[in-house]
């Protein structure tokens, strides 16, 4: 079996000298994160690894899950920011086997879309919004459209 946690980033500022790739989480965004992640932490996850888009936002908001989850292994992947379905699937079906429980942190639009394609159920991720999807076999290779069940989502 397999999960597959996706956070979309925390609120973030509204522009950066280094222009959309660089803006930081706002105050409430790292509010709304830790939030989150007491939610996380009340579930007992086991999550092994993440993997997070290399924007500022997105390697902020993996930061501090990766701190209250005590997950030490943690890796960039610059094809999350602003990735679709068809770049996303392929992040995640190229995930080593190794893993059970990943988390990837990224970006809206395409975070709720490839959610929704993967469980079947329509998704919305807002700023800060996590879900976290089941999928009844043992290979990420085997993830496709309808696949994952959704066993949670974060609080609005």
Known sequence: MKQLLLV????????SPQGDF?????KSGVADVEQVSTQLKAKNLNIETIITSDAARAKATARIIADHLN???T???HRIYEAGDNTLLKIITSIDEQYHSVMLAGH????SSIATYLSGQFINLHTSGAVLLQFD???WQ???ASTGRIVWESES
């Open 8 to 15: 979309r980033h925390g609120k973030a500022a509204d522009d």
């Open 22 to 26: 660089g803006r930081e989480l706002k």
């Open 71 to 73: 997950i030490s292994n």
């Open 75 to 77: 890796a960039e992947d």
């Open 108 to 111: 809206n639009p395409g975070f």
């Open 137 to 139: 076999f043992d290979s």
């Open 142 to 144: 085997e993830v496709s």
